[in-house]
């Protein structure tokens, strides 16, 4: 199965998305973000960064790189999409996801090993984990903070639209704890944690990420 992983300039963990990916059993295909096309890819992550230097707001110019509108108009046909912090917030201001991330309230970079319970097992990137099952991997972000409309946030709560939830107290503010959400069709995922760099015991804190990228190829094995 090959899994693009879009590099945009300011990118810092595309390599360790690509790495993931290969780790998990897929095979890792870089896209560039002046890319016109996404080169027959099976899915797709956005990786965590700095893209543009996360000027006028992070994420705000990424989403009108050349490649997201392959990617915007993939996503709403059911290509699986992973945004992973940068990309998380890529995909709000992408309207792919609602609500936004805003600064930490405690206004200070986060970096520390998270404390995460899995809420919905039902995505294309959750399958392999169990809805309740707790896990570990590191968070780090100064914009991390989730934040939606009390209506936004009763729906993705009705919906199980929540994917992951903050334990061990809350570390930017983001509402309800959440620390990822899906889309209705549970395709699109963006997570402020990051996986790709709990996917082996040598150099993470726990192989626990690792379920996130082995979801996906599942999930794609299954439908061929």
């Known amino acids: ?25 897929g095979e890792a295909v870089a896209l560039w973000h002046g890319d016109a096309d996404l080169a027959g890819v099976d899915a797709v992550v956005l990786p965590g960064g700095f893209s543009y230097g996360d000027y006028l707001r992070c994420g705000a110019i990424a ?6 509108g392959p990617i915007i108009e993939a996503a709403e046909k059911g290509l699986p999409v992973l945004g992973i912090c940068n990309g998380f917030q890529i995909l709000c201001e992408s309207h792919l996801l609602p609500g936004a991330l805003v600064r930490n309230d405690r206004r200070k970079f986060v970096c520390r090993d998270q404390r995460l319970r899995v809420e ?16 570990v991997v590191p968070l780090k972000n100064g914009e991390g903070g989730y934040v939606a409309d009390e ?10 639209r929540v994917v992951v939830r903050y334990l061990g107290g809350n570390p930017n503010g983001s509402y309800r704890d959440i620390a990822g959400i899906t889309n209705a069709a549970g395709n699109v995922v963006g997570l402020m944690p990051h996986p790709e760099h709990a996917v082996e015991t ?7 990420g ?5 979801s996906v190829l599942g999930r794609l094995a299954a439908a061929r």
Do not use: K
């Open 202 to 208: 040598l150099c993470g804190p726990t192989s626990d």
């Open 151 to 160: 209506d936004t946030l009763d729906r993705l709560e009705g919906e199980g």
């Open 120 to 135: 919905s097992d039902s995505t294309a990137w959750t399958s392999a984990y169990s809805a309740g099952q707790e896990i």
């Open 1 to 25: 199965m090959r899994i693009g992983v879009v590099t945009f300039p300011g990118s810092l963990d595309d390599r360790d998305a690509a790495r993931a990916v290969r780790i998990a059993g």
């Open 63 to 68: 989403r009108f790189a050349p490649i997201m």
């Open 210 to 214: 690792l379920g996130f990228f082995a």
